[in-house]
């Protein structure tokens, strides 16, 4: 797809090359079937049916674009940039023409896990991408040109995922995940709505924090379950279990994984954003897969509602401590921030927080070679 800024929008009725060229993109993001031959043959009989349009609202959702249904500039070149896989060309810093995409994405972030510093992760090559791969290439032993070739994806490939600490029954811990393969059936997940009952956490008017949480919850379990997975929350409306019934019911569930939601609240009004905990005692002993699990879903819910972005940090709180599993908590917002509370008290946002959830879950259990870039990844099959 090219990059021509005036184009018209497309929508449905339209038909021809255009149209074709969407099909295409979506094909590629595994948002439509693959063609069949009859239909490759005839690119200007390719009308923007109803499945088009679907798929394309499905897009703008997980992108977090304007939901229309509709092919304009800004769906274009979102679906342009998600095209692009890791590995499908050179990538380098060009100061004209600064190359875009879901690769640079995914290149920004592996780095980041590797503990590079590239810039924001913004799917754009700058100065400050090639900076962090230049630091990569030379600390490992390759040319230090500033492009991302074929020896340094395969650098990249063969660390995989930064694994914390570096301890034999941790690294087992995270091979058996990634052995699990893609699927979500017959995963079992716990997620646990903070507070409950007379303990109403944060209270925003006539919102609290604990039936937040529990919307949260629901509308994670009916995502995850729709994937395949077994979910069980700790509790219901008027049950306030201690953390350790909580852990406990995780365990006696045999859950392969945690999740714990809460919102914050400060004193201070500006406080904001989204952080996630998980277990470790900040020197050294840690959950890998925890820690892991708690970078995919911040950088998920950060990535797709534009929350300020407040970090993983390892606790030794009961919650993370006494569970069998790979345990996080996550801080979805501030109450007590005018932005924040407002963002919490709309169900969109809070949807999209689930599909955050569900793909840094399916993140967790994909093997390191598949794995998506922040912010895109759909259940193939849902459509
Ligand atoms: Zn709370």
Redesign the pocket.
């Known amino acids: 797809m090219g990059t021509d800024s005036s184009m018209q929008p497309l929508g449905p009725g339209d038909r021809g090359h255009a149209v074709a060229d969407v099909h295409a993109a979506l094909r590629a993001l595994t948002l439509l079937p693959a063609a069949g031959s009859a239909e490759e043959a005839s690119l200007d009989e390719a009308a923007y049916d109803p499945a088009t349009e679907l798929a394309v609202r499905h897009f703008q959702q997980v992108r977090g674009l304007t939901v229309d249904g509709r092919v304009g500039e800004e769906t274009y070149r979102a679906l342009s940039e998600a095209r692009w896989s890791l590995g499908d060309r050179l990538l380098h810093h060009d100061p004209v023409r600064p190359m875009r995409g879901d690769d640079v994405t995914n290149l920004q972030d592996r780095l980041h896990e590797l503990g590079y510093d590239a810039g924001p992760v913004d799917g754009v090559f700058g100065p400050e991408t090639e900076a962090g791969l230049r630091a990569f290439q030379r600390d490992y032993g390759l040319t230090s040109d500033g492009t991302c070739g074929p020896a340094t994806l395969r650098a990249l490939r063969q660390l995989g995922r930064k694994v914390t600490g570096g301890r034999p029954q941790l690294l087992r811990q995270s091979a058996s995940f990634v052995e699990s393969g893609p699927h979500l059936i017959g995963r079992r997940i716990v997620v646990d709505p903070?507070?409950g009952g007379t303990d109403t956490?944060?209270t925003a008017g006539e919102t609290t924090?604990a039936d937040l949480?529990l919307d949260l919850a629901s509308r994670i379990e009916g995502r995850l379950a729709a994937a395949g997975a077994t979910v069980y929350l700790t509790r219901g409306r008027h049950q306030d279990p201690s953390p350790t019934e909580r852990t406990a019911f995780a365990n006696h569930a045999r859950a392969d994984l945690f999740l714990s939601l809460?919102?914050?609240a400060h004193s201070s009004e500006h406080a904001r954003g989204v952080a996630s905990y998980y277990y470790g005692t900040g020197s050294g002993a840690s959950s890998t897969v925890g820690e892991q699990f708690a970078n995919l879903v911040r950088r998920e819910v950060v990535a797709r509602t534009g929350m300020l972005d407040l970090g993983s940090h390892p606790k030794t709180w009961d919650l993370l401590r006494t569970s069998r599993m790979p345990a996080v908590r996550l801080?979805c917002g501030y109450l007590s921030h005018p932005v924040d509370r407002l963002l919490l008290l709309d169900a969109r946002l809070r949807s999209t927080v689930a599909s955050a959830v569900l793909a840094a879950v399916q993140r967790l259990f994909l093997p390191a070679e598949a794995d998506p870039p922040t912010g895109t990844f759909v259940l193939p099959g849902r459509t």
Do not use: A, I, L, S
Request: aromatic share 10%; no cysteine; net charge negative.
């Open positions: 903070g507070h956490g944060f924090e949480v809460h919102t914050d801080d």
